[in-house]
């Protein structure tokens, strides 16, 4: 028998295949989401992320539950019709997430979410066990920013992360990502994280953009759980000795980090799969 996944590893992918730079086929992605159950690393995957508005254009194979994680495209009054959308299918919502747009007013906009996803749960379209991830813009953290952090933080929702992008500024720097883990874990708050993160470790990218790595990003959450300053966050998120890089991951408690950083989004499984397999953290099967 094959033996399960690494806990650490287990659903940390979501499957985010039809987002660019992949650009995959919608109806091809979902065909290979399920076709990838029946492999040795099917655990690696969580959710099949898909936009709000692709919700009625997918069909998933006959007897199968797709679960899905709901981009939503617009403001926070498109929560509802999506969930009600998967209810006429054969799709399971497993995430909602949906980035603040009014830069003026986070805080507001936070609270619109927070009113829009309490009304869904009241007329039981979206589920109470179903998570919310609120996408906070780039950059240093603001007293807004940290008062939307809180917004999302008080109504138990979580956060969301862009690593990266097909411009320069959608990557943060590694002092930035570690005060935005920073504010997530000072808030007991989950977060997972989207784009550019395809490889484990740090690297500059053929665009000439520096891409975080996940185990970076996984190590660094768990150090900063333990008490890690800011400074050392960052240097373990700059880290791209691959050896070293596995070495201290292996000792570490990646598992426990999972609590916090979820997972994230990825439009290639073989990349994150061949990079764990080479650092040895995870076996070949």
């Known amino acids: 028998m094959t033996p399960p996944l690494e806990a650490a590893w287990v659903e940390i992918i979501d499957d985010a295949a039809i987002f660019p730079p992949g650009n995959a086929d919608l109806a091809d992605a979902a065909a290979a989401y399920v076709e990838r159950r029946g492999t040795a690393y099917a655990d690696l995957v969580g959710t099949f992320v898909l936009r709000d508005t692709d919700v009625p254009k997918v069909a998933a194979a006959p007897g199968a539950d797709l679960p899905v ?17 998967c209810a006429r299918s054969n799709l399971t919502p497993a995430g909602v997430e949906i980035a603040l747009r009014d830069l003026d007013d986070l805080a507001g906009n936070a609270r619109r979410v927070v009113a829009a996803v309490d009304a869904a749960r009241g007329e039981g379209v979206l589920g109470e066990d179903v998570p919310v991830f609120v996408e906070l813009p780039p950059g240093d953290p603001t007293y807004q920013w940290l008062a939307a952090a809180d917004e999302v933080a008080a109504a138990e929702l979580r956060l969301k ?23 997530s874990l000072d808030r007991e708050t989950p977060f997972k994280c989207t784009a550019g ?10 665009d000439g953009f520096e891409h975080h790595g996940f ?64 650092l040895g953290l995870t076996e070949q099967r």
Do not use: M, Y
Not at 172 to 183: G, K, N, V, Y
């Open 69 to 85: 994680s709901i981009v939503v495209t617009g403001g926070a009054g498109q929560i509802a019709g999506p969930a009600q959308a």
């Open 161 to 183: 992360f862009r690593t990266g992008g097909l411009e320069a500024h959608l990557f943060p720097t590694a002092p930035e990502l570690a005060a935005w883990i920073d504010a």
């Open 215 to 278: 185990v970076n990003l996984l190590l660094a959450t768990r150090r900063a759980f333990d008490g890690a300053s800011a400074a050392e966050v960052a240097e373990t998120l700059e880290q791209r000795d691959g050896a070293a890089l596995a070495a201290a991951a292996g000792a570490a408690d990646l598992a426990g980090a999972r609590r916090w950083f979820t997972s994230f989004g990825s439009c290639s499984f073989s990349e994150p799969l061949d990079d764990l397999i080479t």
């Open 197 to 206: 993160l395809h490889n484990a470790v740090r690297h500059t990218g053929e």
